[in-house]
């Protein structure tokens, strides 16, 4: 079973307006990442938010974590064409790797 | 700073050869991991090295994969004998260990086998 993994598999939006991407995990974690991945291209990290923060931004993005519930969400607010990619939540458990859940397929139209 | 490099971009196999992917970490980090990504299982974790010593060598990739650290800066991932199911992308990912890190992929290296 997916030990991280994001609760849709695809999501579109029009050009401008905000979207929000969930991610849910199964175990006590050290951190939740967010990766997103372009086409032709790896993963490149977003946002890394750690278990004692509830809430990070980067510029258009924001990231939350609850971890009584298990679930982390990840905003982009005024979205561009270039924020089409997959999306990936990725969790720390300290072993010196991540998990990464199966990914959301943001497509931002024009 | 030069990222993670990955060599070839592409590959085109017959059943049953032998392939190697190359991957040059980021200057300086310590960890490095080997990645198989299809669009059924997402990510799978293949192997993975701390300071060149082998941590985690992928469970059900063990048989037919074998990625080795033959310096800080250089890795390889050898597939023999390659089958049709291994067609996908590889990506290689690097990070620091210091505490919480973040992983520096590569743009992978995709795999077809015929």
């Known amino acids: 079973s997916q030990l991280a993994e994001e609760n849709l598999w695809a999501l579109s939006v029009h050009e401008g307006e905000s979207v929000t991407v969930n991610c849910s995990y199964k175990t006590s974690i050290t951190a939740l990442q967010w990766y997103r991945q372009k086409s032709g291209e790896g993963p490149a990290q977003l946002i890394l938010?750690?278990?004692?923060?509830r809430e990070k931004r980067n510029g258009r993005l924001r990231a939350t974590l609850d971890t009584s519930s298990q679930s982390s969400s990840l905003s982009i607010t005024a979205t561009r064409c270039e924020d089409t990619a997959v999306y990936f939540c990725a969790t720390d458990l300290n072993q010196g790797k991540l998990i990464f859940g199966q990914g959301t397929k943001l497509s931002i139209k024009p | 700073d030069a990222g993670v490099t990955q060599t070839p971009r592409h590959e085109v196999a017959e059943k049953g050869q032998t392939i190697i992917l190359k991957c040059e970490p980021v200057s300086g980090h310590n960890d490095l991991f080997w990645y198989r990504q299809t669009k059924i299982q997402g990510l799978e974790l293949l192997s993975y090295?701390?300071?060149?010593?082998?941590?985690?060598d992928g469970g059900a990739f063990k048989d037919r994969f074998k990625a080795e650290m033959l310096n800080s800066s250089f890795s390889t991932l050898k597939i023999q004998p390659t089958e049709p199911k291994d067609s996908a992308v590889y990506l290689c990912?690097?990070?620091?260990?210091?505490?919480?890190?973040?992983?520096?992929f590569g743009p992978g290296t995709r795999l077809t086998v015929l």
């Open positions: 938010i750690r278990s004692n923060e």
């Open positions: 090295f701390r300071s060149k010593s082998l941590m985690e």
């Open positions: 990912a690097s990070s620091l260990r210091l505490g919480v890190y973040e992983q520096y």
